[in-house]
């Protein structure tokens, strides 16, 4: 029958014919230069097709698929979780959203300023009580509280200093944490009243003298925790020091050695980030000249979490918060707003409703998932986490079209060669500042991850991606080289 076709047909049976799927392994894709480029990088590492998820398609309105290999597949995404967790917060919270931390007086004040009754702050799961817009220093926030209630008139509290949490549960680290995650700083606990980022700052210097203590230094203050020094100056040692929880919690101790004349910073969890805030509180409260009699306790019900006059106000914007933990992946602003945006759907700040608010946020945007997706917490720490290459394209393109929420998310992200997690990553010409993505490590699983938005040249629409690589084999330079194929 072929031979009876004019010789013109012949010639446009190839463009006719559907297009050809590009084989690397397991993937599929839209035949096309970018396809083959993909597929040919993938058969070049050792990873088996089970190993990962990729999807690539094109900005826009229409969104054609570029690339695809296991899309459908859920993996262990890391901290690329976090694109998850800033969509369901945009999404439930809105992008006006505004944390704010109160002071409220409960009890009359009479006129030489004795407040006969508690002082009251009111969290709001703000990660940004730090000092992190306020020029490093730590105190910045407590020592302005502090100041707006001098300011009301209060120079004396016969109550306590009430630490209320809002909806927030007292599940601070999650328990598929390990052991050796919550001794680290992106382990740090996470609760309605957030602190300097869950951890104590420790600074130690050594003396000139061998066998002399260092001298220890707390810039957020140590808390209300018993602080054990039990470092060591050694001559020719290596500079070796941390804190552990002893007494049950009760005491701080700091051990190692440094060489003399040595110096080292670093940073402890806290055990309970609530009385790690109502701690620097008292401290910036006695330092502006307020006594409160009977220290601090936590509400013991919804009647005690009663607001009384406001004395005191801190604000911060949800911007500003997602580009923190989207950039420099800061696992406690993501638990943080992952469970702020679960009691928005069920009413209580927890893991469980952090799920659910994930869930409610693929349902608003028509994403199928076939419920494979699992975000179990919302900075990706958890090994059970599990999501697809696909789902999170899809995210990352309907956002795309979100004239209000998108270019928040898109600002978020970390910049190739230039900002973040990216800053060493990427730096080439022609790749540099052109991708904002996510990343995502989990050394105990092998699990590496980027999911973002490559910017288009000669006005070509870019493109969005999603890699996910778990396993044997998975690495980030896999991933930046495919990237690089993505930017050509």
Known sequence: MLRRLPLLALLLLPLLAAPQAVQARGATAVGGTLAKRIAARLRKTRLKPQQYSIVV????????????????????????????????????????????TLLSARGTLSADGVLDGDLVV??????????????????????????????????????????????????????????????????????????????????AIAGARSGS??????????????????????????????????????????????PPRGRAS????????????GGALLTALKGQGVRVDRGMRRARDGADRKLGKVVSLHESDLPPTLKVMNTRS???YASLLFKLAGAQVTGEASWAS?????????????????????MRDGSGLSPRNRVSAGV???????????????????????????????????????????????????????????VGYVDGRNGKPGKVFAILLNGAGASHAVIDDLVREICR
Not at 406 to 421: F, K, M, R
């Open 57 to 100: 398609r094109t900005r826009g309105a229409g969104g054609r698929v570029n690339y695809t290999a296991g899309s459908t597949r859920a993996l262990i995404p890391a901290s690329a979780a976090k694109v998850l967790t800033a969509a369901a917060a945009l999404d439930h919270l809105g992008p006006g959203h505004a944390f704010r």
């Open 392 to 450: 999170l394209a899809q995210i990352l393109h309907a956002f795309d079209r979100d004239l209000l929420r998108g270019p928040i998310l898109y600002e978020s992200l970390a910049v190739s060669g230039t900002t973040g997690t990216l800053r060493k990553r990427l730096r080439e010409p022609g790749v540099k500042g052109r991708v904002h993505a996510k990343t995502g490590t989990l050394n105990d699983t092998r699990a590496r991850a980027m």
């Open 122 to 203: 009111h969290g709001s799961g703000d990660p940004n009580l730090s000092g992190r817009f306020h020029d490093g220093d730590p105190m910045a926030v407590p020592a302005k509280l502090a100041k707006q209630a001098f300011a009301a008139g209060i120079r004396r509290v016969t109550g306590a200093l009430v630490l209320d949490e809002g909806p927030f549960d007292q599940e601070f680290v999650h328990s598929e944490w390990t052991a050796a995650d919550r001794r680290r700083y992106y382990g740090a606990p996470v609760g309605g009243l957030s602190f300097n980022d869950g951890c104590i700052d420790v600074k």
């Open 213 to 258: 203590r260092p001298a220890l230094t707390f810039p957020a203050t140590a808390g209300l925790w018993r602080v054990k020094n039990t470092l060591k100056t050694v001559t020719g040692a290596r500079a070796a020091v941390g804190g552990r929880w002893v007494d049950q919690g009760r005491t701080l101790e700091i051990h190692g050695r440094l």
């Open 330 to 332: 800061q696992n406690v």
């Open 266 to 277: 670093f940073h402890v969890p806290v055990p309970d980030p609530a009385r790690f805030l």
């Open 354 to 374: 952090g799920q659910e608010a994930v869930r409610a946020m693929l349902e608003r945007r028509h994403i199928a998932d076939g419920n494979t997706t699992r």
